[in-house]
């Protein structure tokens, strides 16, 4: 089980696809005592992994004391970060501070296309510097990718680039239209398209020497079984189930892209929040609507759950990226 935590709103990017609409910091934005109480919490309700997420989670100055504080009560704290401020210092810090991975953010080999889309002009430069420093702290880091129209051709190369400095994995993001993400809606890949990449990233895993994960793709899982593809994870959506997600000021959602509050944990314990609330209850039956209601890999794929109430406003009904016919299965 891993949550994520948006830690700060300030981001020191604009990010067109960006679900949290970071830049500013947002007012009321948790203070490190309010923190250390709600991660307190997390641990309390069973979960394994932190993700110290943005905004731009380095622009947070107690975010080593809270990394730190995480890892002394038995959790993993790891980050989600642009990259771009990972000085030695920084590096050295987290190294220090208990974090146990990066996951950094790096969605085009061109420096011109990467800095247009994160909207600074030298974040390419400094992504690379990052990554550097990261290394020399022994820090393990892997790349975060966003796949869109734009830059899907570029997808085997970034791969490439990942077994070639020395990243962990290569974790590949299917984009989701919330947040300022809305207005680039038609860079998402076509549906046929967004089934071969999935395909021909579960072949590749075959014989490639890190992870490749594909993120709001749950049918992936399908297509690793159908392609005889041994991974290590067996669930697809993950929303509500095993993982979700906490803003700056503390609401708790069902995932990033899905924007149903849950509550907040300044009025409500997390654990509480997690064990209770009526929309977690009814994602957890599992019990969803339309073609994903008849498909046998409803309990392992999932559907995403965002995109389904993103184009019908239920959660629970059929995800309308899917292109599989479940009465096709044998």
């Given at each position: 089980m891993l949550v994520s935590w948006n830690?700060?709103?300030?981001?020191?990017?604009?990010?067109?696809?960006?679900?949290?609409?970071?830049?500013?910091?947002?007012?009321?934005?948790?203070?490190?005592?309010?923190?250390?109480?709600?991660?307190?919490?997390?641990?309390?309700?069973?979960?394994?992994?932190?993700?110290?997420?943005?905004?731009?989670?380095?622009?947070r100055p107690d975010l080593f004391e809270l990394g730190s504080y995480a890892s002394s009560i038995g959790l993993r704290p790891v980050?989600?970060?642009?990259?771009?401020?990972?000085?030695?210092?920084?590096?050295?810090?987290?190294?220090?501070?208990?974090?146990?991975?990066?996951?950094?953010?790096l969605d085009s080999l061109s420096a011109e296309k990467y800095n247009d889309f994160r909207k600074k002009n030298n974040a390419f430069d400094k992504v690379m510097e990052g990554f550097e420093n990261l290394k020399i702290a022994q820090v393990p880091f892997q790349i975060h990718t966003t796949i869109m129209k734009w830059n899907a051709h570029e997808l085997d190369a970034m791969t490439d680039f990942a077994i070639q400095i020395g990243a962990k994995a290569h974790h590949i993001f299917f984009l989701v239209p919330t947040g300022r993400g809305i207005a680039i809606e038609d860079q998402i890949v076509p549906v046929h398209q967004y089934e071969t990449i999935l395909t021909n990233i579960i072949r590749r895993q075959v014989n490639c020497p890190i992870e490749l994960k594909p993120t709001c793709a749950p049918q992936f899982v399908r297509i690793a079984e159908q392609n005889d593809v041994s991974t290590r994870f067996t669930r697809g959506c993950l929303a509500g189930l095993r993982y979700c997600i906490v803003s700056p000021i503390g609401n708790v959602q069902p995932c990033a892209y899905l924007d149903i509050p849950l509550g907040n944990v300044r009025e409500t314990p997390f654990d509480v929040i997690w064990r209770d609330n009526p929309h977690l209850q009814r994602l957890r039956t599992e019990e969803y609507t339309g073609k994903c209601s008849q498909c046998a890999y409803r309990k392992k794929c999932g559907g995403c759950r965002a995109r389904a109430y993103y184009v019908s406003g239920d959660y629970m009904s059929e995800d309308p990226y899917c292109d599989y016919i479940p009465n096709e299965m044998p």
């Open positions: 830690s700060t709103n300030q981001c020191n990017m604009y990010c067109s696809h960006c679900y949290r609409d970071s830049g500013l910091k947002a007012k009321h934005e948790l203070q490190t005592d309010e923190a250390k109480k709600m991660i307190l919490e997390i641990k309390k309700a069973g979960f394994q992994i932190m993700i110290f997420s943005g905004g731009e989670p380095l622009m980050l989600g970060t642009n990259g771009s401020l990972i000085t030695k210092e920084v590096a050295n810090s987290l190294k220090q501070s208990g974090f146990l991975a990066a996951g950094v953010s």
